[in-house]
């Protein structure tokens, strides 16, 4: 039986949401990476870098031809929210919030988007 060694491919893309609130107050987000090639069942991390604190970050995934689906949401803090697919998780540290897929499989190959929501 031959095995196949399949690559998905990741690409992070980002939805930048500005807040403006007494003076002019910018919250920013955007990928560490643009793309991100692995091999089935490797884990794979995929990052935003955002500035500001105090708010949510979110994180979707689009399927082509698809609507965005919204796969978790987690606040500055770390407290995490949402029902994430078995085997994602996320992390927030240093203003990096990281989408972690634990085993990749051919059908995690899809667009991935980070967006914030500030208190």
């Known amino acids: 039986m031959l095995a196949h060694n399949v690559l998905q491919h990741f690409r992070c893309f980002v939805t930048r949401l500005f807040f403006i609130s007494g003076g002019v107050t910018s919250n920013t987000i955007s990928p560490v990476e643009s793309e991100k ?3 089935a069942g490797n884990r794979v991390t995929l990052s935003c870098r955002y500035t500001g604190s ?11 031809s698809s609507k965005l ?9 770390g407290d995490m929210r949402g029902s994430p697919p078995p085997g994602f998780s996320a ?3 240093s203003n990096i919030v990281n989408l972690e ?6 059908s995690d190959s899809a667009l991935y988007y980070c ?3 500030a208190l």
């Open 54 to 64: 105090d708010m949510w970050l979110y994180w979707y995934r689009q399927y082509p």
């Open 37 to 39: 090639q692995v091999s």
């Open 69 to 77: 689906d919204n796969l978790l949401y987690i606040y500055t803090d």
């Open 91 to 93: 992390k927030v540290q």
């Open 115 to 117: 967006a914030l929501n």
């Open 101 to 106: 897929i634990s085993s990749t499989a051919v």
